[in-house]
């Protein structure tokens, strides 16, 4: 989903460095200046290796971040961390593990893919193809819908020109296919929630639950719980939130005391209707930056420039 009012606030932002990224930091922060960003963070999923560059930058206030999976009463949800310290090695050794499991799995889902739709696939081609470390839903539907004759499969329809599903195909194959329950879904073994929210702490971090209208599929009622695990704020203000999401939500922060954040889920040609500020925020730009500043412990500090 797209919005027509775009903030200079954006706290969710994807680099080459998310397996489903395609954009390198230096470029992301180029478009964050051309735009007149004031507030951001670079969160890759599961990664902080983007971090360091994107603190270097002047002009734009940045602050680390990243997007980690974790696994709460058998969902997966996303939970975002900022203001901590990127460089204690926990993080490297939670991208290592996270990535050995990916690359067992690329296969795997190749080959339930191939079997769930009758779609006939390269998998060498798709394996070592450029960025291929990874190989998600969203690479195998790119190179499903790159087939000759593509159009002729019916379960190929709706992500092609003239289909209901042509925002965003590459996601959307993944979400309807690859992600949990779905036919091509092989599962990776993620930290915990508490263990997640325990470590951004433990490195003088903020933590907020990701796009909550999108991961907890209905399950609101599991946000009590949530939020008693310690989670300081909740992404209010989302590219996939309707209006009447973020209201919901917005009254769940207030009831709270949790910090109200906002995030496109900028990614690149893989969400190409989403855009840099695109998360529909109602709230003042100055106002969600004051608030942020406050949650932070400590206010400002050495990870965020």
Same mark, same amino acid.
């Given at each position: 989903?797209?919005?027509?009012?775009?903030?200079?606030?954006?706290?969710? @932002? &994807?680099?080459? +460095?998310?397996?489903?990224?395609?954009?390198? !930091?230096?470029?992301?922060?180029?478009?964050?200046?051309?735009?007149?960003?004031?507030?951001?963070?670079?969160?890759?999923?599961?990664?902080?290796?983007?971090? /360091?560059?994107?603190?270097?930058?002047?002009?734009?206030?940045?602050?680390?971040?990243?997007?980690?999976?974790?696994?709460?009463?058998?969902?997966?949800? &996303?939970?975002?961390?900022?203001?901590?310290?990127?460089?204690?090695?926990?993080?490297?050794?939670?991208?290592?593990?996270?990535?050995?499991?990916?690359?067992?799995?690329?296969?795997?889902?190749?080959?339930?893919?191939?079997?769930?739709?009758?779609?006939?696939?390269?998998?060498?081609? @798709?394996?070592?193809?450029?960025?291929? #470390?990874?190989?998600?839903?969203?690479?195998?539907?790119?190179?499903?819908?790159?087939?000759?004759?593509?159009?002729?499969?019916?379960?190929?329809?709706?992500?092609?020109?003239?289909?209901?599903?042509?925002?965003?195909? =590459? !996601?959307?194959?993944?979400?309807?296919? +690859?992600?949990?329950?779905?036919?091509? =879904?092989?599962?990776?073994?993620?930290?915990?929630?508490?263990?997640?929210?325990?470590?951004?702490?433990?490195?003088?971090?903020?933590?907020?639950?990701?796009?909550?209208?999108?991961?907890?599929?209905?399950?609101? &009622?599991?946000?009590?719980?949530?939020?008693?695990?310690?989670? #300081?704020? @909740?992404?209010?203000?989302?590219?996939?939130?309707?209006?009447?999401?973020? !209201?919901?939500?917005?009254?769940?922060?207030?009831?709270?005391?949790?910090? !109200? /954040?906002?995030?496109?889920?900028? &990614?690149?040609?893989?969400?190409?209707?989403?855009?840099?500020?695109?998360?529909?925020?109602?709230?003042?730009?100055?106002?969600?930056?004051?608030? +942020?500043?406050?949650?932070?412990?400590?206010?400002?500090?050495? +990870?965020?420039?």
């Amino acid at each position: 989903m797209s919005f027509g009012i775009m903030s200079k606030v954006d706290l969710h @932002i &994807h680099s080459r +460095f998310s397996r489903d990224g395609e954009i390198p !930091v230096s470029r992301i922060l180029e478009m964050c200046t051309s735009t007149g960003m004031k507030l951001i963070s670079i969160t890759d999923h599961n990664s902080v290796e983007g971090v /360091s560059e994107a603190l270097e930058k002047t002009g734009i206030e940045v602050v680390s971040g990243v997007e980690l999976d974790c696994i709460y009463k058998g969902l997966n949800l &996303h939970l975002l961390g900022y203001g901590f310290d990127h460089t204690n090695k926990a993080f490297l050794k939670i991208e290592e593990d996270i990535l050995d499991q990916e690359k067992d799995a690329g296969e795997k889902r190749i080959r339930l893919f191939q079997k769930a739709t009758g779609i006939p696939l390269d998998i060498e081609e @798709i394996l070592n193809s450029e960025n291929a #470390d990874i190989v998600g839903g969203e690479l195998i539907g790119e190179h499903a819908l790159a087939i000759e004759n593509a159009e002729a499969y019916d379960v190929l329809k709706p992500y092609l020109p003239g289909g209901e599903k042509t925002d965003m195909p =590459y !996601v959307r194959i993944y979400w309807d296919f +690859f992600a949990p329950g779905k036919p091509a =879904y092989v599962p990776i073994q993620y930290i915990s929630l508490p263990d997640a929210i325990k470590l951004i702490h433990e490195t003088n971090g903020i933590t907020v639950l990701a796009h909550p209208g999108q991961n907890l599929s209905g399950n609101y &009622h599991l946000l009590p719980d949530i939020i008693s695990e310690g989670l #300081d704020g @909740i992404e209010v203000y989302s590219s996939y939130h309707s209006a009447e999401d973020a !209201v919901y939500f917005l009254d769940i922060a207030g009831q709270n005391n949790l910090l !109200v /954040s906002c995030g496109s889920d900028f &990614h690149g040609k893989n969400k190409p209707a989403i855009q840099l500020g695109g998360h529909g925020a109602r709230l003042d730009d100055e106002e969600i930056i004051s608030s +942020f500043h406050s949650k932070l412990i400590g206010g400002k500090n050495e +990870f965020i420039n």
